[in-house]
C-alpha cells in the first residue's frame, strides 16, 4: 500500500469516527429548535381528537332525539331521489352518520325502512357549529407541513453538504498526499537501487522542506559511497598485485639462490685443475642453473599472462569438438591416463572465446592429469544446465583437502609441487571474460571435479537486455570478480 493511499485512509478514518457524534449532535440541536413546532403539532393533534369526540356526541345526541321522537325526520321514498339517499338506500347499510353542508357543517343521520317501507328513508340533520371537513384538512397540511416536511428537508439538505464538503476535502487530501509521497516514493526507489550496488543513483530535488533535506542527504551519501567504493576497490586491486609482487619476488629469490651458489661454487673449483670430477661437476652444475633459468622463465610466462587483459572475440562453439580436440591433443603427454568423454544430445552451442576455453580446458585437463597418476582416469562431460552449456571435469585421484577447498581459487596459493597457484586463477578468469565461471562439484571417479558454466546465445541476449555488459557482468562486477580470481 503506498503512502498516498495511507493517508488518504487516515484522512477517511479521521473524518468518520467523529462523523457519529456530529450527526448526534446536530440532530439534537435540531430537535430542540423544532419544540415549539412540535408543540403546535401536538396541539393540533390534542384539536383534532376534540374534534372527533365532539362529531360523536353529536351523532348519539342526533340518534336520542331521532329514536325518542324529538327530532322530526324529512321522509324519502319514491325514484326521485338525491344521490347520497339513494346510495344509502341502495347499500345494505340500516343506519349512516354522514356529513353534510358547507365544509362539513351539518350531521345527518339516515334510516331505511320509514313507515313500513323498506325503500323509504328517514333523514335528520342537525348544524354541528363548526366546519368539520376545513378543520381536518387544515389540521392535515399544517402537521405534514410543520412536521414532516421540515425534517426531510432538513436530513436531506445536511446530508448533501456534509457529503459535498468531504468529498472536496477527500480530493484536497488526495493531492497533498500525492504531492508529499511521490519525492518519498522516489526517495525509497533510489535507496532500493542503492542498496541493489547502483552508486550513481541520484535523485532531483527542488524543495527546501524536511524532504528536500533528506533527498539532499541521500545525494551526499550516495557520492560518498561512490567514491569510496572506487577507491576501495582501486586499494583492493593495489592489494592483489601487492600480493604477487611478494609472490614473484619470493619465487625468483627461490631460483636465484641456488644459481648464485652453483656458479660460486664453480669458480671456486676453476682455479683447482686438479679437483677430480671436474668435468662432472661441469655438467651438474649447468644442469643446475638451466633447470633453474626454466623455473625462472615459467613464472615470469605464468604472471604475465594473469596479469594481462587478452581481447575477447566470443563466437558460436561446438565444445564437444573442442574437449574431444583437447583431449586428443593431451594424451600424448599423458598415455598413462585413461580418457572418458560424455556429451548430451542436442547440446547448444556456447558463446564464448575459443582461445580462452581451450586455455581453460588444458589446465583442467592437466590438472587431473597430474592428480589421477599412473592408471588413473579422467571424465569430461559436456551438458546443458538451465540456459548454458558445462563442462564438467572429473579425476580419479585423491581430492581435495578442506583446506584446498578454501583456498582453491587463491593467486598466490598452490597444492603441487611445482605449481605458482595462478593455473585456476587464470583459468577462472577466461570464463569470467567469457561471460561464465568455474565451480567446484562433487567428484564423480573419487577424486575432484570441475563445473565450466559457458553462456549461450540466448543468454548473452538476456544479459544484454538487463544491462549487463558483453560478457556477462555489468561494469562493476566484472572488475570486482576479475580481481578477485581465484587455482589449484
Not at 479521521?14 to 457524534?21: C, F, H, K, N
Amino acid at each position: 500500500m503506498t503512502l498516498r493511499t495511507r493517508l488518504a485512509l487516515v484522512f477517511i478514518a479521521a473524518t468518520l469516527v467523529p462523523l457519529g457524534p456530529t450527526i448526534w449532535l446536530t440532530t439534537n440541536l435540531f430537535e430542540q429548535s423544532l419544540g415549539p413546532v412540535d408543540q403546535l403539532a401536538s396541539v393540533s393533534r390534542a384539536l383534532e381528537k376534540t374534534g372527533r369526540q365532539y362529531y360523536q356526541q353529536a351523532s348519539e345526541s342526533l340518534k336520542q332525539d331521532a329514536q325518542s321522537g324529538r327530532a322530526e325526520p324529512h321522509v324519502y321514498s319514491g325514484n326521485y331521489l338525491p344521490d347520497a339517499i339513494r346510495e344509502f338506500r341502495d347499500s345494505n347499510e340500516f343506519e349512516r352518520f354522514t356529513i353534510t353542508g358547507d365544509g362539513g357543517s351539518h350531521l345527518r343521520y339516515l334510516v331505511r325502512g320509514a313507515n313500513g317501507d323498506p325503500n323509504a328513508v328517514s333523514v335528520w340533520e342537525r348544524p354541528l357549529g363548526i366546519r368539520m371537513d376545513d378543520l381536518s384538512r387544515e389540521y392535515r397540511d399544517a402537521r405534514g407541513t410543520v412536521a414532516l416536511d421540515l425534517r426531510r428537508g432538513y436530513f436531506l439538505t445536511w446530508g448533501l453538504a456534509i457529503t459535498f464538503i468531504w468529498l472536496v476535502a477527500l480530493a484536497l487530501v488526495w493531492l497533498v498526499a500525492t504531492r508529499f509521497s511521490r519525492p518519498i516514493v522516489n526517495l525509497t526507489a533510489a535507496l532500493r537501487d542503492l542498496a541493489g550496488g547502483n552508486f550513481r543513483i541520484r535523485v532531483p530535488n527542488d524543495r527546501n522542506d524536511e524532504i528536500g533535506l533528506a533527498t539532499q542527504a541521500f545525494n551526499l551519501t550516495a557520492t560518498q559511497l561512490e567514491q569510496s567504493r572506487d577507491r576501495l576497490v582501486y586499494l583492493t586491486q593495489l592489494a592483489s598485485w601487492e600480493v604477487l609482487a611478494r609472490k614473484m619476488a619470493h619465487e625468483v629469490k627461490n631460483s636465484l639462490t641456488p644459481i648464485r651458489l652453483t656458479v660460486e661454487e664453480m669458480v671456486a673449483r676453476e682455479n683447482d685443475a686438479s679437483s677430480p670430477n671436474r668435468r662432472a661437476f661441469l655438467e651438474q652444475a649447468a644442469t643446475i642453473v638451466v633447470d633453474e633459468i626454466e623455473s625462472l622463465e615459467r613464472r615470469i610466462r605464468a604472471f604475465s599472462e594473469f596479469s594481462s587483459e587478452p581481447p575477447v572475440c566470443p563466437e558460436l562453439l561446438d565444445v564437444a569438438a573442442i574437449v574431444e580436440e583437447r583431449i586428443s591433443f593431451l594424451k600424448t603427454a599423458h598415455p598413462e591416463v585413461g580418457y572418458l568423454v560424455e556429451a548430451a544430445a542436442n547440446t547448444p552451442s556456447a558463446l564464448a572465446d575459443q582461445d580462452l576455453v581451450k586455455g581453460i580446458l588444458v589446465n583442467l585437463l592437466e590438472n587431473a592429469a597430474e592428480a589421477a597418476g599412473e592408471g588413473g582416469r579422467i571424465l569430461a562431460k559436456v551438458t546443458a544446465v538451465d540456459d548454458r552449456v558445462a563442462i564438467e571435469v572429473h579425476d580419479s585421484g585423491p581430492g581435495l583437502s578442506d583446506l584446498a577447498r578454501k583456498s582453491l581459487f587463491q593467486p598466490t596459493i598452490s597444492f603441487k609441487k611445482r605449481g605458482m597457484g595462478l593455473g585456476l586463477s587464470i583459468a577462472r578468469k577466461s570464463a569470467l571474460l567469457s561471460g561464465g565461471d568455474i565451480l567446484l562439484i562433487a567428484g564423480e571417479l573419487g577424486g575432484a571435479g570441475f563445473r565450466v558454466m559457458l553462456p549461450t546465445r540466448a543468454a548473452q541476449t538476456e544479459a544484454g537486455e538487463s544491462g549487463d555488459g558483453p560478457n556477462g557482468l555489468n561494469s562493476n562486477g566484472a572488475k570486482n570478480a576479475i580481481a578477485a580470481n581465484p587455482g589449484r
